[in-house]
């Protein structure tokens, strides 16, 4: 079980790309106040925890309702996560774009910057493979400290812009890309495997 735990965290915290977060997060809160960035994070978070807890637990009627195999599903979150994984390689992704900073903390921040697609087909894919209730609380505790590795590194946004320079970020998102890719290349062969079978 602590290899699940340890499993899910990383694959987590790859999927939800906190470097991306990160510089997006700073490029539109720039010039606002240190609290009001504060209440930002939190309510931005506590979205993402409800999302993400949501699509794992109830993904799996989801895909029932619409009549998807969980192996077609893998194929087609895959190659979500694929392209999405490119664009950040290739700096061209288009949630960069410039928003309101009012009232950032839901949309877009929550969803779709932090949830989007990759994420969400990740977790459907996720909690199909859920298979009793402790190993339903260990993958949702490897993704609750997912999560909270990403409030901490939006808290620490301003420490980590000193240390990386915006350059070092950029480096560290494209980093993040591959990563990604990676782990959709996977996600894919999985499925077209178990569809061979």
Do not use: W
């Not at 893998?74 to 992704?93: E, K, N, P």
């Not at 288009?94 to 921040?109: E, F, H, M, N, Y």
């Not at 320079?165 to 996977?186: C, E, N, P, R, T």
Request: aromatic share 10%.
């Amino acid at each position: 079980m602590i290899e699940l735990f340890i499993h899910t965290y990383f694959k987590m915290v790859i999927i939800l790309s906190p470097f991306f977060v990160v510089s997006f997060f700073l490029s539109v809160t720039r010039d606002i106040d240190a609290v009001v960035r504060r209440s930002i994070i939190l309510k931005a978070i506590i979205a993402v925890v409800l999302f993400s807890c949501g699509l794992l637990f109830f993904g799996k009627f989801v895909l029932e309702i619409f009549g998807l195999t969980l192996d077609a599903f893998r194929i087609g979150a895959g190659a979500v996560l694929f392209l999405s994984g490119i664009s950040m390689v290739q700096d061209d992704d288009t949630r960069k774009q410039i928003v309101d900073p009012s009232g950032i903390a839901v949309v877009p921040l929550a969803v779709p910057v932090i949830v989007g697609p990759s994420v969400t087909g990740a977790l459907l894919v996720l909690g199909a493979d859920l298979s009793g209730p402790v190993s339903s609380i260990v993958v949702c505790a490897g993704l609750l400290g997912a999560i909270l590795t990403l409030m901490l590194c939006l808290f620490l946004s301003s420490t980590l812009e000193r240390i990386f320079k915006a350059g070092g970020l950029k480096v560290l998102v494209k980093l993040s890309g591959l990563m990604i890719a990676s782990l959709a290349a996977q996600m894919i062969f999985t499925g077209i495997r178990n569809f061979l079978k």
